[in-house]
C-alpha cells in the first residue's frame, strides 16, 4: 500500500456533513426582487416535496436509491478459498516489481483468470529502478468478463510488494524479507476468488479485474508510486482520445489491505471527493449485509491507485484499513489476515456489482 496523504486529518467531518451556509447581513428589510425569490424558493420547494411525496408512492430504481431497496444478490464468496489463495501467494516469496517471484505471481493469477472464464491480456511496461536507475519490466494483468460490454467497472488491486520491510525500527530487521501478506496478497487474493463467481454474476456491466504493478517500487522514500495504475490511466485516456477505446469505466474499486483480522475500513476522503455515490452505494450494501467492516466514518486520506484513475474521469473508491500495526513490516503475513475479512469485502462488491443498472437521466 501506498501513503498517507500529507493533509490527512481523520477528525475532519465528511464533506458537506456539518457546514450550513450563515444568513448575508449586508441586506436589511425585503426588496421587491427579494420577496419575489423567497416566492420561488417556496414554490420550488413545494415541488419538491411532491415529486418526493410521489417517488415514496411510486419506488423505481432511481441512481441514488437503487442500493437501498433492490435486492442484493451477493457472490457465495468462500472464505477459506480466499484465504488458501493468499497464502499460495505469500508461499512465492517476496514479489517486487521485476522480480521472478514477482512474474510467477502474475502467470498464477493469468491462468486462474483464464479458467474463471476471463479473457486475459498483460499491459507490459518499462520503469527506471529508482536506486540504480536500471529499466525494470513490469506489467498489469487485465482479466475481462462480458467482454463485449461497453459499459465497465474496473476493479483493482496492487501485486507487487515493498522491496523491504522499511517500518522495522532495527536496522536488522529491515533485512528480513516483506512478504506483504496484507499489503499486496489481500487484494490479489480477492480478486482470484471474486473471479471464480464472475461468470455467473447478474451484473448489468463488463468487470475488468486489474493486477497493478509498480505500485511501491520504493525504497524508504526513493521511487514512485502508482506506476502501474498510472500507466493504466494513460493508455485508458489515449485510447479514449484517439476514440479507439469502444467502452467506458463507469466506476471503479481499488482493494488494498482487505486482509486485516481487525478489518475496519472507514471512508477514505479523496474516494468521498471523487466517487461520493459509488462509497454511499457500498457503504448502504455493506450495512443491508451487515458487513461490520465498513465503518460509517471518515478516515485517514490516503494516496493510492485510486487517484490515477480517477484523473482520468473514473470514479474509483479505495477500500482501505489503515489501521495495520504491521504495515510495511517483516510482521505482515498471512497469520495477521483472515478469510472472513477478505469475504466481507468480496460480498459487498459483489452484490454491488449486481445492482441493476441506474436509470438514464
Ligand atoms: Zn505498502
Wanted: glycine share 6%.
Amino acid at each position: 500500500m501506498a501513503k498517507l496523504s500529507p493533509s490527512s486529518d481523520a477528525t475532519q467531518p465528511l464533506a458537506g456533513s456539518s457546514t450550513v451556509e450563515k444568513p448575508s447581513r449586508r441586506s436589511s428589510g425585503l426588496r421587491p426582487w427579494a420577496i419575489l425569490l423567497v416566492g420561488t424558493l417556496s414554490l420550488t420547494a413545494v415541488a419538491i416535496l411532491a415529486l418526493a411525496q410521489d417517488r415514496k408512492r411510486n419506488p423505481t430504481v432511481k441512481e441514488d436509491t437503487r442500493a437501498q431497496t433492490a435486492d442484493l444478490a451477493p457472490a457465495p464468496i468462500d472464505p477459506v478459498r480466499a484465504y488458501d489463495y493468499l497464502k499460495q501467494i505469500c508461499d512465492l516469496g517476496p514479489r517486487p516489481s521485476g522480480s521472478e517471484a514477482n512474474t510467477r505471481q502474475r502467470n498464477l493469477v493469468a491462468a486462474h483468470f483464464q479458467k474463471a472464464g476471463g479473457v486475459v491480456k498483460e499491459q507490459p511496461f518499462v520503469a527506471a529502478d529508482p536506486l540504480s536507475g536500471q529499466p525494470v519490466r513490469m506489467a498489469n494483468l487485465i482479466g475481462s468478463w462480458f467482454p463485449e460490454r461497453t459499459k465497465r467497472i474496473v476493479i483493482g488491486a496492487h501485486y507487487d510488494t515493498r522491496p523491504f520491510p522499511d517500518r522495522e525500527f532495527d536496522p536488522q530487521d529491515r533485512k528480513l524479507p516483506f512478504l506483504g501478506a496484507n499489503d499486496g496478497a489481500s487484494g490479489v487474493a480477492l480478486l482470484m476468488e471474486m473471479a471464480n463467481h464472475l461468470a455467473q454474476s447478474t451484473t448489468p456491466w463488463g468487470v475488468d479485474l486489474v493486477l497493478f504493478d509498480g505500485e511501491e517500487l520504493v525504497y524508504d522514500r526513493e521511487g514512485e508510486y502508482f506506476l502501474g495504475s498510472k500507466e493504466f490511466a494513460r493508455q485508458y485516456k489515449q485510447a479514449r482520445r484517439s476514440k479507439t477505446a469502444a467502452y467506458t469505466y463507469v466506476a471503479g474499486i481499488v482493494l488494498d489491505m482487505i486482509g486485516d483480522r481487525n478489518l475496519e475500513i472507514p471512508k477514505e476522503p479523496h474516494s468521498v471527493q471523487f466517487a461520493g455515490r459509488l462509497v454511499r452505494e457500498l457503504w448502504t450494501v455493506a450495512k443491508r449485509l451487515g458487513a461490520k467492516a465498513f465503518v460509517d466514518q471518515r478516515g485517514p486520506e490516503v494516496l493510492d491507485d485510486h487517484l490515477p484513475l480517477n484523473d482520468v474521469g473514473i470514479p474509483t473508491a479505495d477500500l482501505i484499513d489503515f489501521s495495520y500495526t504491521h504495515w510495511h513490516r517483516a510482521t505482515d503475513l498471512p497469520e495477521q489476515c483472515s478469510g472472513e475479512s477478505l469475504a466481507q469485502v468480496g460480498r459487498v462488491v459483489s452484490a454491488w456489482l449486481a445492482l441493476p443498472e441506474p436509470a438514464a437521466k
